[in-house]
């Protein structure tokens, strides 16, 4: 749970969001695509299913799958975006190896 908390404040400190609006239903393009980006990270990074990733965020499975497949778009798609993406994972490799 812990690699959670952490990848999402990542996630959110990426997007310049508060980490509890990519919890809250606020639906934005900046908070909707850092939330579908967490879905991403959090399948491919920590390995959680989509019924997982969705019960931690309050969301149903579906709804995680058609972000992390929206945000797995834009990564292959974006050379800014996937930037961000590893720039998100090397923050987060740091805070998890600082443990």
């Known amino acids: ?33 850092a ?12 390995g959680w299913s989509y019924g ?10 579906s709804t995680v799958i058609h972000g992390a497949q929206k945000a797995s778009r834009r990564v292959y798609e974006s050379p800014e975006e996937f930037e961000r993406m590893k720039s998100i994972l090397r923050s987060y490799t740091a805070r998890m190896c600082a443990r």
């Open 1 to 33: 749970m812990r690699g959670f908390s952490v990848l999402a404040a990542e996630v959110a400190s990426a997007f310049d969001v508060p980490v509890s609006h990519v919890f809250s239903e606020r639906r934005t393009a900046r908070i909707a695509d």
């Open 35 to 46: 939330r579908q980006l967490l879905y991403l990270m959090a399948r491919d990074l920590l």
């Open 52 to 61: 997982r990733i969705g019960r931690h965020i309050n969301r149903d499975h």
